[in-house]
């Protein structure tokens, strides 16, 4: 028999684990708002859905947010912490916005802090 490991989170209406993704090891799987298969079902039910925060930002909510951080000199890490978010996720983010043609999507100028700047704004 293999194991394997599974990606838990804790559901925020009931407060059980949940996987990211159904199992037959865990029934109760992430099915959005951070909450699992059978809290959302129930809320959407109820009319209590809108209740519960939504876990990501609109395109336009996330590139509005990076244009302001970038302005004012934050490094990419420290955009990523600011938003919440993975370094991978911010990547990520950036990317489907430039595939979708946003012109607001550009890479962020620096990497680290610490790293000497060069005339055209870019870590050495």
Known sequence: ??????????????????????????????????LCNFCHEGARRRGELVDHERLNRTRDEFLDEWQTLCSEGHTLRQIAERLGMTVAAVDQALNRARTAGDRRAVPAIRTDPRAPRTPRGRAA
């Open 1 to 34: 028999m293999t194991t394997t490991t599974l990606a838990l989170r804790i559901c925020r209406g009931c407060d059980r684990p949940m996987t990211t993704h159904l199992t037959d090891e865990l029934p109760r799987y992430h099915r959005g708002r951070g």
